[in-house]
């Protein structure tokens, strides 16, 4: 368990640490569907090891082994997780609930005001496209039942129409796709383990690219799909429309600039090597993490075992 | 692209999806224009080898959706404008959504955002370098 307990750890932080470059060397689809998945279990096995640690720390208070019918000084003496580590994690573990509750909170209540927002829009917009009448260059997509497109009028001057056609297919692609879910469990991920932090502003950046993606083979024409973005990112920068509207996550500024030169070069290649790679980490991590759980129920069926050869007298 | 479209919970037949799309096509070529256009004008606008007869067939439709209005003009066919959103409600409820709180701008996906003053050069030599000409405010030359 002492080895055991401590790969989900390792998990998470070679995750955080790599989950950009990674990201870079797989075609974006592909990257966000490993990528997620790989950080939800990573963060389910380290709130799991959390708890493991936690509870041989709990386990030793006189009160709990009297309850449970185990002996304190055999889980002591057997214990291989150091006093200090395991109240530590303790905190870490409250911590994380917290920050959980917290962001989850925040989440759902986001959602519901847009989703109050979206059903209001497919009363009055029957079709895809809002336009609204606005001097600064703004276009998002705002998912929903039905889904729609909104566009500000100056957004819609700023670009031809050809360069509109990647614009909307853009934003269809992230409500086709369900973009916002994505982000969602990365966020969470995110929340629940610390070394997670950066993790939901990658996902972002690579559900951007997927929309980029799919936009530019839809129009057939990364060039095109690229000259979209830098009109847009003018269109934008040149109004003064720069004001702070608020983004719940730090990007590292250049982010447009990123996703054209991705558009100009070639796609990148399905890298399967790569993928089975993380499979093999991801599953590795979650082997120990129930080996780990086998050894701690293990501890305390000895503790329990010494308790009952002592004749019932905990000590 | 198929691919990328499955598992949604929109518009299920091939054919509509299509459709939708041409729809806000020509419903973004109408804002864009400062005049109504007739059908014509539209796919003039629009710069697609469309069929004229798939360009009313669009533009009816979004009159029966009520985003658009008609008018006779002076010749035979109508021209058409898109509605404004009369009380500007929407546009008021979007304002407040973004500004107001980083979670719900979170919810949403926006085309380009987090642009420094610095991408501006780069933004500008790449449209150099994909071979488009710009004029001073980024606009391109000749749009429609």
Redesign the interface.
């Known amino acids: 368990m002492q080895v055991d307990v401590y790969a989900p750890v390792l998990l998470s932080l070679l995750l955080g640490l790599f989950a950009g470059p990674v990201g870079r060397r797989l075609p974006p689809r592909t990257a966000v569907h490993v990528i997620v998945p790989a950080a939800v279990s990573a963060a389910v096995c380290w709130l799991w090891a959390l708890a493991l640690l936690v509870w041989t720390a709990i386990g030793q208070l006189s009160y709990v082994a009297g309850q449970g019918h185990w002996s304190r000084t055999a889980l002591h003496a057997d214990d291989p997780v150091a006093g200090p580590i395991a109240w530590t994690a303790g905190v870490a573990l409250a911590g994380a609930a917290a920050v959980f509750v917290t962001v989850t909170a925040r989440r759902v209540r986001a959602v519901w005001v847009t989703r109050r927002l979206a059903a209001e829009l497919c009363r009055t917009h029957p079709q895809e496209l809002v336009v609204l009448t606005d001097d600064t260059p703004q276009a998002y997509a705002l998912p929903g039942r039905r889904g729609h497109i909104v566009v500000s009028t100056a957004m819609v001057k700023a670009l031809d129409p050809g360069e509109r056609r990647v614009l909307f297919a853009h934003e269809r692609a992230h409500l086709d796709g369900r973009h916002h879910l994505w982000l969602t469990a990365a966020q969470l991920a995110g929340a629940a383990d610390p070394l997670l932090a950066r993790l939901p502003a990658t996902v972002h950046y690579l559900l951007e690219r997927w929309a980029d993606e799919t936009a530019a083979e839809q129009v057939a024409d990364r060039r095109l799909a690229a000259q979209a973005l830098c009109r847009a990112g003018l269109a934008t920068l040149r109004t003064g429309a720069s004001r702070p509207i608020g983004v719940a996550l730090a990007f590292p500024a250049g982010q447009v600039r990123a996703r054209v030169n991705a558009l100009i070069d070639d796609p990148v290649p399905t890298r399967w090597l790569l993928i089975a790679l993380i499979a093999l980490v991801v599953l590795l991590a979650a082997a120990a993490a129930v080996d780990a759980g086998r050894d701690a129920e293990h501890l305390f069926e000895l503790a329990m075992r010494a308790y009952r050869a002592s004749g019932g007298t905990a000590s | ?1 198929g691919r ?2 499955m ?4 518009p299920v037949s091939r054919q509509r999806a299509a459709a ?2 041409l ?3 020509v ?3 109408l ?2 224009a400062d005049a109504p256009l007739t059908p014509r004008g539209v796919l003039q ?4 080898p469309l069929a004229y007869t798939t360009v009313m067939t669009i533009l009816s439709r ?1 009159h029966d ?3 658009v209005g008609r008018s006779r003009s002076d010749g035979v066919a109508y021209a058409y404008s ?1 509605v ?2 009369a009380a ?1 409600l ?2 008021q ?2 304002r407040v ?24 050069a ?3 030599e ?2 150099r ?2 071979g ?1 000409h ?1 004029g001073a ?4 030359a000749g ?2």
């Open positions: 692209m990328a479209q598992g949604r919970a929109r939708g799309t729809e806000s096509e419903l973004a070529v804002w864009a606008a629009l710069g697609r979004l959706k009520g985003a898109p404004l959103d500007g929407a546009a409820r979007m959504l973004l500004d107001r709180g980083n979670d719900r701008a979170a919810v949403l996906s926006r085309f380009v955002q987090d642009l420094a003053d610095t991408d501006d780069a933004l500008a790449a449209l370098r994909l488009v710009t405010d980024g606009s391109a749009r429609g």
